[in-house]
């Protein structure tokens, strides 16, 4: 069943009340929230784009929870490169919500059943399997949707040729998921397939995590698409999400080009100077919001990319259709992918 059903107007009729309701408890129950929200003089919205909303730098300095210590389930982290790490606290009750609506996003373009899955990452960086990094709590998010995994490198980040042909041989000939992120999968996937002749056309592909890499490579996303198909992978789905909003991707349509809302969430696109919402075409700061944060006040955030909104409810799928362009000059460099480091 898809969630991306709802037009942009009942979608923010139907999130507005919800999201309300969150900004109340939170700042009932988180006291940095209420300070913040207090200073602010933020009375009531009448639309989404006039509720409170946060920095996403603000996870890296303050505990920002609305659950008591001896509630926390599990405490995610961000990828940062500076050594400010975002921390994100679930409760059971969190960790569970946010797990089945991954799914059943996921599930709009991968079906109901569990498909073999080919891993483009390391089975190294799963280590602590309470605290995990936000690259690994993708990676391990994602694993979920599939069976019969194989990691297309090893141990050391090298490129496990018997792995990957072990598995095509095996599960090649039927529907299969392949899940990395974006600069790894041209790496390490694209180029040992076209070096290869590996045949991927019965793959569909999830990826994620930034162009910045690549755009140094000369690789725009539409390049991308283009070289993937060269190796048979026409089924190719980018995502957008933080550690910040775990469980909520914005995902990119059967029609390519361009991120969808699942229907628990949306985005405004701010300008950077007056914090005005801007229209469809117009890029600025990406706002997130999400319905999915309970445990902590995560509902709202301005982030530190710039998007552009290209329309709304014109797509393959209702409401916006919008493209991360970029981090913002002088944001910190940071990414689940570019976490990443490539063995001397």
Same mark, same amino acid.
């Given at each position: 069943?898809?969630?991306?059903?709802?037009?942009?107007?009942?979608?923010?009729?139907?999130?507005?009340?919800?999201?309300?309701?969150?900004?109340?408890?939170?700042?009932?129950?988180?006291?940095?929230?209420?300070?913040?929200?207090?200073?602010?003089?933020?009375?009531?919205?009448?639309?989404?784009?006039?509720?409170?909303?946060?920095?996403?730098?603000? /996870?890296?300095?303050?505990?920002?929870?609305?659950?008591?210590?001896?509630?926390?389930?599990?405490?995610?982290?961000?990828?940062?490169?500076?050594?400010?790490?975002?921390?994100?606290?679930?409760?059971?009750?969190?960790?569970?919500?946010?797990?089945?609506?991954?799914?059943?996003?996921?599930?709009?373009?991968?079906?109901?059943?569990?498909?073999?899955?080919?891993?483009?990452?390391?089975?190294?960086?799963?280590?602590?399997?309470?605290?995990?990094?936000?690259?690994?709590?993708?990676?391990?998010?994602?694993?979920?949707?599939?069976?019969?995994?194989?990691?297309?490198?090893?141990?050391?980040?090298?490129?496990?040729?018997?792995?990957?042909?072990?598995?095509?041989?095996?599960?090649?000939?039927?529907?299969?998921?392949? /899940?990395? /992120?974006?600069?790894?999968?041209?790496?390490?996937?694209?180029?040992?397939?076209?070096?290869?002749?590996?045949?991927?056309?019965?793959?569909?592909?999830?990826?994620?995590?930034?162009?910045?890499?690549?755009?140094?490579?000369?690789?725009?996303?539409?390049?991308?698409?283009?070289?993937?198909?060269?190796?048979?992978?026409?089924?190719?789905?980018?995502?957008?999400?933080?550690?910040?909003?775990?469980?909520?991707? /914005?995902?990119?349509?059967?029609?390519?080009?361009?991120?969808?809302?699942?229907?628990?969430?949306?985005?405004?696109?701010?300008?950077?100077?007056?914090?005005?919402?801007?229209?469809?075409?117009?890029?600025?700061?990406?706002?997130?919001?999400?319905?999915?944060?309970?445990?902590?006040?995560?509902?709202?955030?301005?982030?530190?990319?710039?998007?552009?909104?290209?329309?709304?409810?014109?797509?393959?799928?209702?409401?916006?259709?919008?493209?991360?362009?970029?981090?913002?000059?002088?944001?910190?460099?940071?990414?689940?992918?570019?976490?990443?480091?490539?063995?001397?």
């Amino acid at each position: 069943m898809s969630v991306f059903t709802l037009a942009q107007d009942e979608k923010e009729a139907a999130l507005l009340p919800q999201l309300d309701e969150l900004t109340s408890f939170h700042r009932a129950n988180c006291e940095p929230y209420d300070r913040i929200l207090s200073a602010s003089g933020y009375q009531k919205a009448s639309g989404i784009a006039e509720l409170p909303w946060l920095p996403v730098r603000l /996870f890296k300095t303050l505990d920002l929870k609305s659950i008591p210590d001896d509630e926390v389930f599990k405490v995610l982290t961000s990828s940062g490169t500076t050594g400010d790490v975002s921390r994100i606290y679930l409760d059971k009750a969190a960790a569970a919500e946010q797990q089945k609506r991954l799914a059943a996003t996921v599930q709009t373009v991968l079906g109901p059943k569990r498909l073999p899955m080919l891993l483009v990452d390391t089975k190294a960086m799963l280590k602590d399997r309470r605290s995990f990094s936000a690259r690994g709590a993708g990676v391990l998010g994602m694993s979920t949707f599939g069976r019969d995994h194989v990691w297309a490198l090893d141990l050391d980040g090298q490129v496990d040729l018997a792995a990957i042909r072990g598995f095509l041989a095996r599960h090649g000939d039927a529907p299969f998921l392949i /899940f990395g /992120f974006t600069f790894l999968v041209w790496l390490h996937l694209y180029e040992v397939a076209r070096d290869n002749g590996l045949d991927l056309a019965n793959g569909i592909l999830i990826h994620s995590g930034g162009w910045k890499k690549l755009v140094d490579q000369a690789v725009s996303p539409d390049e991308f698409r283009a070289r993937l198909a060269g190796v048979g992978l026409t089924r190719v789905h980018n995502y957008y999400g933080m550690v910040e909003q775990i469980g909520t991707i /914005f995902l990119e349509g059967p029609d390519g080009g361009a991120l969808y809302c699942p229907d628990f969430a949306d985005v405004v696109i701010r300008d950077p100077l007056t914090w005005a919402e801007l229209p469809p075409g117009e890029p600025g700061l990406i706002e997130v919001i999400s319905t999915l944060p309970t445990s902590y006040p995560g509902h709202v955030l301005l982030t530190e990319d710039l998007g552009v909104v290209h329309g709304i409810d014109d797509g393959a799928w209702p409401g916006k259709r919008f493209s991360v362009l970029g981090r913002l000059p002088r944001a910190e460099a940071r990414g689940c992918s570019d976490t990443y480091r490539e063995a001397a």
